[in-house]
């Protein structure tokens, strides 16, 4: 018999093996029913569903447990109010399935119905849902009681801007596991997980979760705490949806796995969650307890603001640095699961050591590396010391976050036809090739016009189009270290912002507005496209019958009619390189 803790509720949920006998049959009756395609967040709620990792869940919430008034328990609510399933048993997160008006009405999804559910990804089935109900949730009291009620937080932004209408609720009868490409070995299944334990004859386990790398400190603590219970260590990370901005998965994942041979042999297993995460702070770290709970850990690992997204745009913080480990503290007795509270780990030179900032006494020198300082460090190049992180570690992170004068940038230029933009992205071309470093790609207006948007108008919507068009093919080259240079016209305020989000997503963009007067811009022009548009031949020309929106803030402002093209270049290098991104060494 396990020595490990029973799962939540007493039994693992494994949908997947109880469900294997029918494979064939449902797999089959899925071809033939409504299908419902999965976002990627309803992916991994469903995953943690199919695998056990939610239990003692069977399926997405009804109204009853999510927050319905249940007769047998007069004036208690569920899961969003008091943290309770139906039936008692602790649960603190609402796991739901939400659906428009119109996927309910095409679908047919109503009590009773049977819903094939499908990835996104590759259009595999991967279950049914039978419908218990369909109902349309108090998203109010979700954010307030939930996840505290600030309209800044990103669960609640998400709830209100992106999470559909109405929820579904019903069980789930398995069809499919998902599939998954990077890091097949790491991903275990709790009852995978728990096998893999007693093989190795573990029978305390100490929990780490994690959404961000790991140095020194968190190599400290983790050892810490698990001689402290002569336990061993299991590294948990999230790779499925975490705080937007975070490090991506793939890049923490490597950091992982260089940083496991520092642990003592034998004392550590990297396994991976593929977990969407809500950030939300208190209720949170019950739900990441009861999670570790059923993948076989005997300890939980919660600290400094677990699970909070940090701050909003007034500098306060969401939750209280505490919070988590009190709403634990409340419910330690039903979790099942011990906690292990931790201080924030802080190195002490003098004796070249970590320890928690509570045990040390007042003037010993200490020393620590803030999370914004090490993004400098890596944006600039400058050395991380090894009392920090391990050099394997900081080689990673290098890989994946090179200095600034590697990373790629777009320069984006915007302003009326034969304003001199196109002119100026030529030459800015030329000059960045010149020096090396990186690719270069120009990404001139006409260009894209016959290339990528040969279909649109020139209507305010298809305008709209082209430049997300241009935006998503220089976000893409972005990423990749490319310099990108755009010269579209791109005469609308609200395209320019949305193509600028989209780009800085994977690097920085500088708008250029080319302020040249349409006077001059008309005057000089030896192609005659402006007479064209004045004689009506040509219709909806921007600056003649169709209107150029001035950028409010613009990165650099110039102008062909009292610069030359040289100068000018010459202003947006400077620029570039106040930002380290040539390198001028």
């Known amino acids: 018999m396990s020595d490990l803790p029973l799962p939540h509720g007493g039994v693992l949920k494994d949908l997947i093996a109880r469900d294997l006998p029918r ?10 029913l409504p299908a419902l395609v999965l976002t990627e967040r309803q992916l991994c709620d469903l995953e943690l569903i199919l695998s056990g990792g939610f239990s003692p869940l069977e399926g997405f919430m009804n109204e009853r447990n999510y927050n ?5 328990f007069p004036g208690i609510e569920r899961v969003v109010e008091n943290l309770r399933l139906v039936d008692g048993t602790l649960f603190s997160m609402p796991i739901t399935l939400d659906v428009t008006r119109a996927q309910i009405e095409g679908l047919g999804i109503r009590a009773g119905a049977r819903i094939t559910l499908r990835d996104f990804r590759d259009d595999r089935h991967l279950a049914i849902i039978t419908v218990d109900d369909v109902y349309r949730p108090d998203k109010q009291k979700e954010a307030r009681e939930v996840l505290g009620g600030d309209e800044e937080h990103p669960a609640i932004r998400y709830l209100f801007s992106t999470a559909r209408e109405y929820y579904v609720g019903g069980r789930i009868d398995a069809i499919n596991r998902l599939n998954h490409y990077d890091y097949v070995g790491l991903r275990y299944t709790p009852a995978e997980l728990r096998l893999h334990f007693e093989k190795l004859g573990w029978s305390r386990i100490v929990a780490f979760q994690t959404r961000n790398p790991m140095h020194r400190a968190h190599r400290e603590l983790t050892v810490r705490a698990a001689r402290a219970r002569q336990a061993n260590v299991l590294i948990h990370p999230v790779v499925g949806l975490t705080k937007p901005g975070d490090i991506d998965h793939f890049t923490r994942v490597r950091v992982y796995q260089a940083l496991l041979p520092r642990y003592p042999n034998g004392m550590a297993v990297l396994g991976l969650l593929p977990l969407a995460m809500r950030m939300g702070g208190p209720r949170e770290a019950i739900w990441h307890a009861i999670i570790r709970k059923n993948h076989g850990a005997t300890h939980f690992i919660v600290g400094r603001d677990h699970a ?9 913080e969401f939750y209280g640095p505490y919070d988590a480990q009190r709403a634990i503290e409340k419910y330690k007795s039903e979790l099942g699961i011990e906690v292990v509270p931790f201080q924030m780990m802080t190195y002490l030179p003098d004796t070249d050591e970590y320890a928690p900032i509570d045990e040390i006494k007042p003037g010993t020198k ?11 460090r890596l944006r600039i190049g400058t050395p991380i010391p090894e009392w920090f992180s391990y050099p394997e570690v900081v080689k990673v992170l290098r890989e994946s976050h090179p200095p600034r004068h590697k990373q790629g940038f777009t320069v984006f230029l915007t302003g009326y036809t034969n304003s001199g933009k196109d002119a100026v992205a030529r030459a800015l071309q030329v000059t960045l090739n010149q020096q090396g470093g990186r690719s270069s790609t120009l990404l001139l207006g006409e260009t894209v016009r016959s290339e990528l948007s040969a279909e649109l108008g020139f209507s305010r919507e298809d305008r709209h189009k082209n430049i997300q068009r241009i935006a ?18 791109a005469p609308f305020e609200s395209s320019r912002i949305q193509a600028k989000q989209t780009i800085e997503q994977f690097g920085s963009v500088y708008l250029i507005h080319v302020a040249t007067p349409l006077e001059y811009c008309e005057k000089t022009d030896k192609r005659g496209v402006y007479a064209r548009a004045r004689s009506g031949e040509i219709k909806g020309f921007t600056g003649v019958d169709d209107p150029y929106e001035d950028p409010t803030k613009p990165s650099l402002v110039v102008d062909a009619s009292k610069q030359t093209v040289r100068n000018i270049v010459h202003q947006i290098v400077l620029l570039l390189e106040s930002e380290g991104l040539l390198d001028t060494v």
Do not use: D, M, W, Y
């Open 472 to 489: 998503f093919v220089a976000a893409e080259l972005t990423r990749a270290g490319a310099a990108v240079i755009a010269a579209p016209i």
């Open 23 to 32: 494979h064939n049959e449902l797999l089959a009756e899925s071809e033939n």
């Open 308 to 316: 909070g997204p940090g701050s909003n745009s007034k500098g306060v």
């Open 366 to 376: 200490t020393l620590n590396i803030s999370g914004t300082e090490l993004r400098r």
């Open 68 to 72: 319905g008034f249940v007769f047998a």
